[in-house]
């Protein structure tokens, strides 16, 4: 059955320190990869997605995540985080007649 | 331009009430989605549209009636909610639809509060 995992309900870091969100995926084809961040009462904004081709992948915001087939991961990561990063970040997996599969999600809070 | 626009903002209904959603893309998508968040979750699948047809329906309850009228807008009807129905609404939209994996593009959502 296809599920997405993401470890890590809450991180905090601090301002200027670098990030990584994990991301864990259990999909039998080919996966289509997202990440998403969702800042209190808003909706989903699109960081990145992965699809094919090259395994890490530039998204807005300076993020980047890199797809791992044999570990079946797609962790996201910033060099340095700002303050306006803090929100909830979202892991999704596309599969079957474009349905996704969303992680429980990872709250980041940072420190100033 | 990846805008998806949802009216209204908030919207607070009694359980005999009657309501809807309001739903617009712009960008010539051929699939709309309806989700549902509840507060520290992640969102979950309600309805699918694909070409203005309904293709997913997620066992939702039929107080919730989609409905798509044109290839830009798509409409949630709302009728006897419960409170347990309160939450965060999300419409998204992705280009390519029939069967095919594509990138949804989200709107920022409707907060019902059910009395």
């Known amino acids: 059955a296809q599920s997405v995992t993401q470890p890590d309900i809450h991180i905090t870091v601090s301002e200027g320190a670098s990030l990584e969100l994990r991301c864990n995926y259990s999909?039998?084809?080919?996966?289509?990869l997202f990440w998403y961040v969702q800042s209190p009462g808003q909706g989903l904004q699109l960081l990145l997605k992965?699809?094919?081709?090259?395994?890490l992948v530039q998204g807005i915001k300076g993020f980047e995540a890199e797809f791992k087939r044999s570990q079946s991961s797609f962790n996201l990561r910033k060099p340095s985080v700002h303050w306006s990063d803090a929100a909830e970040y979202f892991c999704?997996?596309?599969?079957?007649?474009?349905?996704?599969?969303f992680g429980s999600g990872t709250k980041l809070n940072v420190k100033p | 331009d990846t805008e998806v626009t949802q009216t209204p903002k908030h919207l607070v209904m009694g359980m005999t009430n009657k309501k809807s959603l309001k739903c617009e893309q712009h960008?010539?998508?051929?699939?709309m989605y309806w989700y549902k968040q509840k507060a520290k979750k992640p969102p979950e699948l309600m309805f699918v549209?694909?070409?203005?047809?309904?293709?997913i329906n997620e066992s939702v309850p039929s107080r919730f009636s989609p409905e798509c009228p044109n290839s830009s807008l798509l409409n949630l009807h709302l009728h006897a909610l419960q409170p347990e129905d309160s939450a965060l609404y999300l419409c998204?939209?992705?280009?390519?639809?029939?069967?095919?994996?594509?990138?949804?593009?989200f709107g920022p959502g409707t907060r019902l509060t059910v009395l």
């Open positions: 960008m010539g998508h051929r699939a």
């Open positions: 549209y694909s070409y203005e047809k309904l293709s």
């Open positions: 999909y039998g084809a080919t996966p289509y």
């Open positions: 998204a939209s992705s280009h390519e639809a029939g069967g095919r994996t594509d990138t949804q593009y």
């Open positions: 999704a997996v596309g599969y079957n007649f474009n349905k996704f599969y």
């Open positions: 992965y699809f094919s081709g090259d395994t």
